[in-house]
Nanobody
Framework: QVLLTESTGGPAQTGESLRVACVTTGGTFSTYLMGWFRQRPGGGREFVAG????????YYSDSVKGRFTIRRDNDNNALNLQMDNRKPEDTAVYFCAARSRTAYSRTRYRSIDDFDYWGQGTQVTVSS
């Protein structure tokens, strides 16, 4: 069974940096394409960032491009999202997701249906 567990440093002010982390147990993390999604208050779950199994390819939503950075550590089965220059509209529950099916090179998987395993989510609050 593949389990994904997110954690964060807690709430912060606008403009402050924060890293959201995800640790995976079970399965073969190094072969999974990984992603971050978020769900803002009153909204649906939306794609934030994705990264290929070997970290050679990362991609972002337009709303976070240039501010957020996705990284992975295959030795420790860990996925991180570095959030810089945060804004109040980044307030959301952030979810870690794993795609265990074949991930074709340079394909930008962005749909909820593209991913097979999900964490429970962690709250990120950005106050103005």
């Amino acid at each position: 069974q593949v389990l994904l567990t997110e954690s964060t440093g807690g709430p912060a002010q606008t403009g402050e940096s924060l890293r959201v982390a995800c640790v995976t147990t079970g399965g073969t993390f190094s072969t999974y394409l990984m992603g971050w999604f978020r769900q803002r208050p009153g909204g649906g779950r939306e794609f934030v960032a994705g990264i290929s199994p070997s970290s050679d390819f990362a991609y972002y939503s337009d709303s976070v491009k240039g501010r957020f950075t996705i990284r992975r550590d295959n030795d420790n089965n860990a996925l991180n999202l570095q959030m810089d220059n945060r804004k109040p509209e980044d307030t959301a529950v952030y979810f870690c997701a794993a795609r265990s099916r074949t991930a074709y090179s340079r394909t930008r998987y962005r749909s909820i249906d593209d991913f097979d395993y999900w964490g429970q989510g962690t709250q990120v609050t950005v106050s103005s």
